[in-house]
């Protein structure tokens, strides 16, 4: 693979200059997500690339195929329906969020033919935990010491969010130096593809009594339904450096975004912008599936276990946890309204000279601590722009603002995730549905927040034979039960300062 | 009456390719880029002499362009290093003495190699755009902060210029033979920054114009200068509603240059004339100036080492050709800059390692 040098590449090139790679042949050369991945060209590929590995005709002819296979090889078809599909999917329609799942998820039964379909809940509280133990200890000589910290401590801040796909390749390929800022807690994508291949797989394998010719983690065709068309380029890193030996499958197999399910739907001549569409469905409404616990949208009153912001909540619950730890010694026990007042929420003026919602920070201050408690949300490409002119800076005169903030979750879209390009442009640019995709968020419910594991139900039989009961934390379930290296790789990972393990550079 | 291009001097000292350069605003300097990845500053020393008299190694690519901040005390320069670099620049009243302070910034947004960079008015603002087909705008007043990310272009982005009337709009001229335009959203609301009450979007930069004409690259724009007489510059009107239409001359690949023309305010910009140039060989760069009898001059140098000069018909406004000065340079021409303060003065930078200084003169 020929990639071109930045410096030898003179303005008056002559050949497509929409990609590097084409200039080594003169015939046209199909370019793979592989090759984007490899090649240290442009960031992110051209969307065609990604819709033609990834795409709904490739799901459409698997689905095909798998309905004549026999009952040995038939695979299992999952689906995993993130936050903000089924959130932008309530607002464009305007209905209660739980609706949207019922109906996405009794099209993708019903319709399409999916085995299971779950709804990333507890993948979404998971994501959120491993991020902040992660932060919790990368900062832990900060938040231990009783003095304010040095520089070199300074030097490591902010901690930034390596959630958001876009960004991190972003950065890898154009700031690289950048990157012992990045943690490597997994996406909520990442974290339900694991939960996909290595929790739900081997206890339904065992419940089902399926004989194991084939491992069930290879029968399983796990697809996301994401907002954003840069989680197929992660979905692949994956596949490509899967941290755990011996792994030879990716956890997603395929991501398809809300624009291509909506196209799903209209190629099974299913009028969406039809109101009777929704009040007589032309299939059976469907809840997500229990899948030992891993969804929560299982009745009408079900809520989503997330803080109301589009990212997931990430730099709020890291604020709450890192504002418990510090003040537990030292502040008297404040009651619950006591430390929600505690908390300062506003514009992060380090940022930008514009008040936005697309840049907040989260502030708890007390003069006998030796540093401010503060966290941001900075969602945006052009926000990043300038967090990274600053970061940049701040490496070249060893101080900078921007270090009095502890972590940063930085997302490459405006409005993070809700602003994904995989999602329909009315949810970005039409008033009405970004009225509707606020009051669809206020549903969401912080249950787990950052202190609780959920709890997962392992079948009877199953629990006899492990050293805990039937209902049990995720965390354990999946150590004990399937998970183990997983769960190690990841500890031991989360405090080296090696980029992280789900986005490697490749050599 | 005739016009005649007498040389004045030749800035010789760089190595490889002059890309570009850039007078300051008071005249008495030029800065100059080029393959030698090098920022030279030239100095008048008022005996028809100019010389070297500082140079910046900062860096690590072929030096694409330069600009001068219109109040002069900014220089920016972009690279194929991907980088935009901010010089601090003094102009002693020693008519020789010029220093670039040690403090610069370096602006590193782009993923591929930088091909402009244009500070607007009141330079608070600079503009960059680069082969990753982006452009970016940057306010650079009191710490840096990116204002826009503009995503239009299907090819890379060869330059850009601020419209010198609206100046919340953007100019940028790309490999894709479209000149487009580009309105700041902060106008929407009177110029004041944009508070997204409902936290969900932001606006972006948005295309209002886009001028297709040219059949291949177009690699310089220049929009003409007021004149010094008839001009009623009350400078209020942020947005589309000035009296003043600059016309625009972009050059191209295509052979020829064109001029723009834009009636008034409910018409966009046409083609009010193309000139041609010899078959096959690409026009890099285009300027104009005014002249005492009012009538604007447009020099243009292209792929062939000539300079040629057209002047504007006072009643037809048609601009025809009044000079043609081949083999002006030993190797392609890249770009032509009139002086700020001497309209019968104008550089040139070229492929041979050299920039020169031309003066017009009648017979």
Not at chain 1, 338 to 363: D, P
Not at chain 1, 421 to 446: D, F, I
Not at chain 2, 141 to 157: R, S, V, Y
Request: hydrophobic share 35%.
């Amino acid at each position: 693979m020929i990639s071109l040098s930045s410096l030898s590449v003179s303005d008056y090139i002559a050949p497509s200059q929409n990609c590097v790679i084409p200039v080594q042949k003169e015939e046209v050369v199909k370019v793979s997500l592989n090759d984007c991945l490899a090649c240290s060209g442009c960031v992110t590929s051209a969307e065609s690339v990604l819709i033609s590995e990834q795409g709904i005709d490739e799901l459409d002819a698997l689905l095909k195929e798998n309905f004549s296979k026999s009952l040995e090889t038939k695979q299992i078809f999952v689906a995993s329906i993130e936050p903000q599909v089924a959130t932008s999917f309530a607002a464009l329609y305007n209905l209660p969020l739980t609706q949207a799942y019922f109906f996405i998820s009794g099209f993708l039964h019903k319709t399409l033919g999916f085995d299971y379909v779950l709804d990333s809940a507890v993948a979404q509280c998971l994501s959120v935990q491993a991020l902040i133990s992660e932060v919790e200890s990368r900062l832990d000589p900060i938040l231990s010491s009783p003095n304010p910290p040095d520089q070199t401590s300074l030097s490591k801040l902010p901690l930034l969010s390596g959630t958001c796909p876009g960004f991190v390749c972003y950065l890898e390929k154009v700031h690289p130096t950048l990157i012992p800022h990045l943690l490597h807690a997994p996406s909520v994508q990442h974290m339900q593809g694991v939960l996909v291949k290595y929790f739900f797989a081997p206890i339904l394998s065992t419940v089902q009594n399926i004989p194991p010719t084939i491992p069930l983690q290879k029968r399983i065709y796990h697809v996301a339904f994401s907002p954003c068309y840069d989680r197929k380029i992660e979905s692949l890193r994956w596949a490509k450096t899967a941290p755990i030996i011996g792994t030879e499958f990716p956890v997603v197999d395929s991501v398809l975004t809300l624009k291509e399910l909506l196209t799903l739907f209209e190629r099974h001549h299913i009028v969406l912008s039809d109101p009777q569409t929704f009040q007589n469905p032309p299939f059976p409404l469907s809840p997500c599936d229990h899948a030992f616990g891993l969804s929560c949208i299982l009745t009408p009153e079900s809520v989503f276990p997330s803080y109301p912001a589009p990212s997931g909540g990430y730099a709020e619950s890291v604020e709450r946890h890192l504002v418990e730890r510090v003040t537990a010694g030292t502040v008297n026990a404040m009651n619950q309204g006591q430390f929600e007042q505690s908390i300062q929420k506003r514009w992060a003026s380090k940022v930008t000279k514009s008040q936005t919602n697309n840049a907040l920070e989260f502030s708890y201050e007390n003069p006998s601590l030796p540093m401010p408690v503060t966290t941001a949300a900075v969602f945006g490409f052009r926000h990043l722009q300038t967090m990274i002119q600053k970061l940049k800076a701040a490496q070249r005169q060893s101080s900078s603002a921007l270090q009095s903030y502890m972590f940063v979750d930085l997302e490459a879209c405006p409005s993070a995730c809700l602003g994904g390009g995989g999602l329909p442009s009315a949810v970005v640019n039409e008033k009405a549905v970004v009225e509707n995709l606020q009051s669809v968020q206020q549903s969401y419910s912080p249950i787990f927040a950052d202190k609780q594991t959920p709890l997962v139900s392992i079948p009877t039989d199953i629990a006899a034979s492990l050293p805990f009961g039937e209902e049990t934390s995720v965390l354990d379930a999946l150590q004990h039960v399937c998970f183990f290296f997983f769960v190690s790789n990841w500890m031991s990972t989360v405090s080296s300062s090696v980029p992280s393990c789900l986005f490697v550079i490749s050599s | 009456m005739e016009l005649q291009l007498t040389k004045l001097c030749t800035l010789e000292g760089s190595t490889g390719r002059v890309w570009f350069l850039c007078w300051s605003p008071d005249g008495t300097h030029i800065a100059t880029c080029g393959e030698d990845r090098l920022v030279h500053f030239w100095t008048d020393k008022k005996d028809g002499k100019w010389s070297e008299v500082w140079k910046e190694e900062k860096h690590t690519g072929s030096v694409r362009r330069v600009d001068w901040s219109p109040n002069g005390d900014k220089v920016a320069s972009c690279s194929f290093d991907k980088g935009t670099i901010l010089y601090n620049v003094h102009i002693e009243t020693d008519p020789y003495g010029f220093t670039v302070s040690e403090e610069v910034d370096l602006l590193s947004g782009h993923e591929a190699e930088v091909k402009g960079c244009a500070f607007n008015k009141d330079g608070k603002l600079i503009a960059t755009c680069s082969r990753d087909r982006l452009a970016m705008v940057w306010d650079i007043d009191q710490g840096i902060e990116c204002l826009g990310i503009l995503q239009g272009h299907q090819q890379d982005i060869k330059g850009l210029t601020w419209h010198p009337s609206y100046e919340s709009i953007l100019c940028t001229y790309s490999y894709d033979n479209r000149i487009l335009f580009w309105l700041d959203p902060r106008v929407l609301l009177n110029g004041q920054p944009q508070f997204d009450e409902m936290g969900c979007y932001e606006q972006d930069w948005k295309v209002v114009e886009a001028l297709e004409g040219h059949t291949s690259t177009v690699w310089d724009a220049r929009f003409e200068p007021k004149r010094q007489k008839k001009e009623d510059d009350d400078g209020t009107k942020p947005i589309y509603g000035d009296s003043f239409q600059p016309r625009l001359v972009s050059a191209s690949s295509d052979s020829s240059i064109i001029v723009w023309t834009r009636p008034d305010d409910a018409h966009p910009y046409a083609v009010g004339q193309t000139i041609p140039f010899p078959p096959s060989e690409p026009v890099y760069s285009a300027d104009w100036q005014s002249t005492a009898s009012d009538s604007m001059i447009i020099a243009a140098v292209s792929g062939d080492n000539a300079i040629r000069l057209f002047r504007e018909d006072p009643t037809t406004h048609k601009f025809s050709k009044v000079v043609e000065l081949l083999n002006a340079h030993n190797d392609e021409i890249n770009c032509v800059r009139f002086s700020p303060t001497d309209p019968t003065i104008f550089a040139t930078a070229s492929d041979d390692g050299t920039a020169v200084l031309w003066k017009i003169t009648s017979q």
